[in-house]
C-alpha cells in the first residue's frame, strides 16, 4: 500500500516559520511530481507549490518569495518550508504525489496525505 505522512503543521505567529515535511512509503516503483495544496476555511482548495522529479519548481503568486518547496528523492520526500506567515496562509495543507505503485500497472495514480493544519495568529 502507498500512503503520504505528513507532520511539521501547527500554531505560529504572523511573521514566523514552518517546516512541512511529507513522506512517501509503501510499494513504490517512481514518484513523479508533488505537491502542496492548501484549503482555508469557506476557500476552494488551491495549489500552494509543486516539484518535478528532477527539481523544477511552481508557486502560487501569493506565496512566492516565502515558501519554498524542496525534495529529497532518496527519502521519497517533500518539504515546504513557510517563511514570514501571514493569517491568510492558515488553512489545512495537504501533500499531493503522482506515483506509479510497484507491480503491472502502468498507471500512475495521484495520492493525498491525511491533511495538517496550519493555523497563522495576527
Known amino acids: 500500500q502507498v500512503q503520504l505522512v505528513e507532520s511539521g503543521g501547527g500554531l505560529v505567529q504572523a511573521g514566523g516559520s514552518l517546516r512541512l515535511s511529507c513522506a512517501a512509503s509503501?510499494?513504490?516503483?517512481?514518484?513523479?511530481?508533488m505537491g502542496w495544496y492548501r484549503q482555508a476555511p469557506e476557500k476552494q482548495r488551491e495549489l500552494v507549490a509543486s516539484?518535478?522529479?528532477?527539481?523544477?519548481?511552481n508557486y502560487a503568486d501569493s506565496v512566492k518569495g516565502r515558501f519554498t518547496i524542496s525534495r529529497d528523492n532518496a527519502k521519497n520526500t517533500v518539504y515546504l518550508q513557510m517563511n514570514s506567515l501571514k493569517p491568510e496562509d492558515t488553512g489545512v495543507y495537504y501533500c499531493?504525489?503522482?506515483?506509479?505503485?510497484?507491480?503491472?500497472?502502468?498507471?500512475?495514480?495521484?495520492?493525498w496525505g491525511q491533511g495538517t493544519q496550519v493555523t497563522v495568529s495576527s
Open positions: 516539484i518535478t522529479s528532477g527539481g523544477s519548481t
Open positions: 499531493n504525489a503522482e506515483i506509479y505503485p510497484a507491480g503491472f500497472t502502468w498507471t500512475a495514480y495521484a495520492y
Open positions: 509503501g510499494s513504490i516503483f517512481r514518484v513523479n511530481a
